[in-house]
């Protein structure tokens, strides 16, 4: 059972960081969120959002609290740490650095 | 800050874990709602929404499960986890497990109890309040020089103490002490020797003992030789010999014919800085009162003081070496050619540079010896896992097979050995603890007399817990690696079909790790076994050596008629004529002999002579001796004669040499009549020699050793020995009452001459006692590990054997095949371990007195012995074997 996860090992991470970098979320918003930028491109599992949200947690880069929902129901919002802010920058720094690299060999 | 919040999450999800996995199944749930709500409003059925959402989502368990392994606390729990498991398979085999637990108690015991010893010996710190701040220094010399000494060769003579006291920048206080005083009388109703030690002023001060009554010294009793006669007692000798009186301080005690005036007690326990317990103190300066014989104080080149100093607050050892340094470099521009380096350590028992060589050097040795018992204990334990590793061959496999990983299973098997290892060092280390000072209480009063009582603080402290625990995780580790390795490695087919190892060729799984256990445990079994031989051997050589002259029915009265008693030589001569007299008028007594020296009384006296035709003066060991000396030990004159009674009270400078050393200063020539020169040019002449005999060394007779005739001017120094038919004990009191008549001072020793043998063989028995109590723990273990192996062979292969019988093979031919098959490892190994040995015991014979090297019946009796041993431990098997039923054995599963 490929994970798309494993596709994008530490992307993911960056995916995350980036979309609770506007305002807090829920787990399947930030789901959501993800496949709809992307334009349904990136198919992740959606379970497997949450092994890496819980990680994200332990390190600090996000924080959770549960919040009422738009439909009233209470949830578990995930929003930016400093440190989380911090990370973004360099991961999203990382994955532009890479992207113009694997760019130039592609397109050459 | 991210820090303390990841510690704040692990610990929530630690102790909270219920609540986590709520929250955890709560957000879940959220998620798989929304998104069945989203396909709904998409136009599924319920159903349908629900069955799309779960497939978005994918494996909920096992994603809760990999989200759970984040929070951190899933290894805590695979321990729990472990150790369950691990205490029902043990609680589940109660056999394998108590043979396991009481080897590894065994040895855990074993070798607490050893460094127990060591630790009270030499690392546990002083008995002094912050005494973590106290440190020994102690000089080692190199280069050429001459110095005097007075007991180790790392002491400080009184100068050299002040300077480094008055100049030390490191130190609060440095106390300085002369260790080798050793027993001084003390005077009165019956005169009794007392272990005491002289001090500098501060000594208590710095140590910070405080007395139980009255005061210490000050530095006004220090101020100047011979102005402090004064003296503390120990508690121990206030109460025994002054009936705990109050009125004590004040009056006056004689020591040494010298009056001290008491000004304290000490508390009750301290005992002083050495292993054998200290009576009293006086200062240091009081040295020639104490001695008359010599004068200390202002010799700068006699090292007789140990120093011990109390570190300043917030200094380095660094610092206190360089800072000492300095001090010693400025010592050394007096002395050409001699350069000092200091050893400075945290102060202990056994301190001192020399000591701790010794005890260092000795506790190494046993240390290892003890280590090796563990090892054959593991060796054994490891034995049994792998036994039973097979007979859990199945489960292992299954459990690899769907999937578990194989660091999780031998992590598994390791938590079991671990279970296995800490049960059996708790138990084995509780006994130890428990009884250990009872042990030493009754070995240290139990040891000859005339070996120096000691006081060993042997009750455990943190470094023997510390010893222990990693001693006994180390052993788990050690026993159970091999094992689980071994287990989690094989063929997953046939083990889970069941084929457990054993049919016909392939002897049984492990076979070879497991005779190389055998191997192991047979060659150090042999090293043990071999060693402990040569041990005893040598206790029973030195029980039943022959040291060459007569013993029996001779009693020595030992005494001292220095000035240090208060005798001249006038009275020392009026003594000595009138306790002969005394003595040789006793009923039973046919004759009395003075010598300086008793035989084997462990008193040594050097010389340094010229032979005539050389010009370098060699070393000779000698004696002083009446005329009669000869005759009554029955040491034949091989040549010439003895003193003649006109050459003895003239002091005539005449000789009589042991064979062997007119033998090496003359060879093939006549001795009688050659002379020796000493250091004025005086002349001795030869007059006889005598038939060599251990007279100062027990089991050695050729060193360099001549005899000087008993004259008056002797007569201070001289001892007195008895030949008497009558019965020991009547000779002995007799002699006792005659020399308390002439003078009830003086304290005399009245002993059987053989009783000096008793000093010689105390330090071999206790190793033998020792070495042979190890061996059989050794061989115990050893053999119950053959016999165990070899019963498991067997019980693993009953359905190769029940097939050989059906094809023809009897009972004989059975047995020969798991006797053989048994014996190989132990062979291989006792080989190994006889080589092994033959090295160790070149170091034993060195040290011990009547251990040969390669003595023959130690090493063919030790190996049969083994051999025997290894071969009853699996005949019993063997004939099991050999006795199967063919029929039952094939229809054996």
Known sequence: MAKPTDLVQGTLDLLILKTVSLEPKHGWAIAKRIQQISGEVLQVQQGSLYPALHRLEQKAWIKAKWMESETGRRAKFYSLTAAGRAQLEKEADNWNRLSAAINLVVQT | MSGVRRLWFWLRALFDRNRSNRLLDDEIQFHLEQQIAENIARGMTGNEARYAAMRAFGNPTALKEETRESWGWTWLEQIAQDLRYGARTLAKNPGFTIT????????????????????????????????????????????????????????????????????????????????????????????KPLMGAETSCDFFDVLRERPALGRVFVEADCSAPGVGPVVVL???????????????????????????????????????????????WVPVTM???????????????????????????????????????????????????????????????????????????????????????????????????????????????????????????????????????????????????????????????HLPHDVPRLVWDVSPDPHVWGYTLVLTALTGIVFGLAPALHATRQDLSTAVKGDSAGFLGKAASGGMLRSTLVGVQAAVCMVL??????????????????????????????????????????HAQAFQREFIAHVEALPGVDEAEQARAMPLGNQFLGTELTPSGETESRQFEFNVVSPGFFAMLGMPMVRGRTFTQVETMADAAVLVVTESTARRLWPGGDPIGKTLRDGEKKEYQIVGVVKESQVSHL??????????????????VLQLLVRSNNSDVATINAIREAARVLDPDLIVEVTRLEDNLELWRTPSRIVAVLSGVLGALALLLASSGVHGVVSYGVSQRIREIGIRMALGADGHDVMRLVLRQALRPVVVGGVIGIIGCAAVSQVLSDVLYGVGAHDPIAFFGVPLFLLAMAFLASYVPARRASRLDPIEALRHE
């Open chain 2, 100 to 191: 396991a637990v009481l080897a590894v108690a065994l040895g855990i015991g074993v070798n607490t109890g050893i460094f127990s010893v060591l630790n009270g010996v030499a690392l546990k710190l002083l008995p002094v309040p912050a005494a973590d701040q106290m440190v020994s220094v102690d000089q080692i010399f190199h280069g050429k020089f001459r110095r005097n000494l007075h007991g180790e060769s790392g002491l400080f003579s009184y100068s050299e103490y002040k300077d480094y006291r008055e100049n030390n920048r490191v130190f609060s206080g440095l106390l300085a002490y002369a260790p080798f005083l050793g027993e001084v009388p003390l005077g009165g109703e019956s005169p």
């Open chain 2, 234 to 280: 120990s508690d121990e000798l206030w109460r025994s010999r002054f009936a705990a009186a109050p009125q004590i301080l004040g009056t006056s005690i004689s020591l040494n014919r010298t009056r001290f005036v008491v000004i304290g007690v000490a508390a009750p326990g301290f005992r002083g800085l050495d292993p054998w317990p200290i009576e009293f």
């Open chain 2, 287 to 445: 040295q020639k009162a104490l001695e008359p014989d010599s004068d200390l104080l202002p010799e700068d080149n006699t090292g007789w003081l140990a120093l011990l100093g109390r570190i300043r607050p917030g200094v380095s050892l660094g610092e206190i070496r360089a800072n000492l340094g300095v001090i010693a470099g400025r010592i050394d521009q007096q002395y050409p050619g001699r350069t000092t380096t200091l050893a400075i350590h945290r102060a202990t028992f056994l301190g001192r540079s020399e000591e701790r060589t010794v005890v260092f050097g000795i506790g190494s040795v046993v240390l290892a010896a003890v280590g090796l018992v563990l090892l054959i204990a593991c060796a054994n334990v490891a034995n049994l896992l792998l036994a039973r590793a097979s007979a859990r061959q199945k489960e292992i496999a299954i459990r690899l097979s769907i999937g578990g990983s194989r660091w999780r299973i031998v992590r598994q098997l390791l938590t079991e050995s671990l279970l296995i290892a800490f049960l059996g060092g708790t138990l084995g280390s509780m006994v130890v603890f428990w009884s250990i000072e009872g042990i030493a209480r009754y070995l240290l009063t």
């Open chain 2, 529 to 570: 076994l071999i060693a402990a031989g040569l041990l005893m051997r040598g206790l029973y050589l030195t029980q039943t050596v022959d040291p060459g002259f007569e013993m029996k029915g001779i009693a020595q009265a030992r005494f001292d008629l220095s000035s240090a008693q208060g005798y001249n030589a006038a």
């Open chain 2, 699 to 716: 089991g050695h007779s050729d060193g360099l050793f001549l005899y000087m005739p008993a004259g008056p001017k002797e007569q201070g």
